[in-house]
């Protein structure tokens, strides 16, 4: 069994900047696979163009195996942006607003995706609640990736329901929807192991993504989910500094 031993403050800071030096190589390293995979990917589309103007068996087997690295390029893509996004939050932005107009706003946009998926946004928010400092752009993507799961988990439809209230005078917003749940084993995974997805396609960084998010506005997230009934995500973030909390 082991004991957690609190850092010094000079451990602590050496590992921060061990950290910091690693995301930085680690971006660095994405941005110079993301260049030449994008000219990769342009040279396919037209390759995929000019093959497809012949009808010979040859080109026809020929487009098929073009359009699965085309696939497999695209998905490529799609980890490098995700992994970008991972790590720019540590760039932090924080303005002091107000939670529920952000979640009307995130509301008004994401409507239309859930139309399509038949999923029915149930707002329910709270009154009086204190001003927050939050950086919109990354809440918004942190609201963006745990929506998109829910709608993932829903894949006929159902019922996505956002709460904001006040509790031990922090705030909290519940993202709630009534789809596949999880059972407890993905419930270990899900925040402790970056790339863990139970998705053909999925990245499995969307929830560390929203976990650091949180993290970085000093707010705390947790999950309660039951496989066949569906998974609700609490994100508790302190009110701002000099404001009256309720
Ligand atoms: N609302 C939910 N309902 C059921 N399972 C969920 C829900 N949210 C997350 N999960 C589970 O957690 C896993 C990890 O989610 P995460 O968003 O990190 O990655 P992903 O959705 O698989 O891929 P991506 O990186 O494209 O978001 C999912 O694969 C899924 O198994
Ligand atoms: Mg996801």
Request: charged share 25%.
């Amino acid at each position: 069994m082991s004991a957690e031993v609190p850092l010094a403050d000079d451990e602590r800071q050496r590992l921060v900047d061990q950290y910091a030096q690693i995301a930085a190589l680690a971006g660095g390293l994405a941005h110079e696979i993301r260049n030449p995979l994008s000219t990769i990917s342009l040279n396919l589309e037209l390759l995929v163009e000019d093959i497809a103007q012949g009808d010979s068996p040859r080109d026809r087997r020929m487009l098929r195996k073009l359009q699965t690295v085309q696939r497999e390029c695209g998905h490529l893509e799609t980890i490098l942006e995700d992994f970008l996004r991972f790590i720019r939050v540590g760039e932090i932005d924080l303005e002091r607003t107000d939670l529920n107009e952000q979640v009307r706003q995130f509301v008004d946009f994401y409507q239309t995706e859930a139309s399509a998926a038949d999923v029915e946004i149930s707002p329910h928010l709270g009154t009086d609640l204190p001003p927050v400092m939050l950086d919109l752009t990354l809440f918004r993507q942190a609201l963006f990736n745990l929506s998109r799961n829910a709608l993932q988990a829903m894949p006929k439809g159902g019922l996505l329901e956002l709460q904001t209230c006040v509790r031990d005078g922090w705030l909290e917003l519940s993202l709630i929807d009534n789809g596949s749940g999880m059972n407890e084993e993905t419930v270990k995974n899900i925040f402790k192991k970056v790339f863990f997805s139970t998705k053909p396609g999925g990245t499995g960084l969307g929830l560390p993504t929203v976990r650091r998010i949180v993290e970085s506005h000093g707010g705390r997230i947790s999950v309660d989910s039951a496989p066949g009934r569906g998974t609700r995500f609490t994100i508790a973030i302190p009110p701002a500094p000099d404001s009256s909390v309720p």
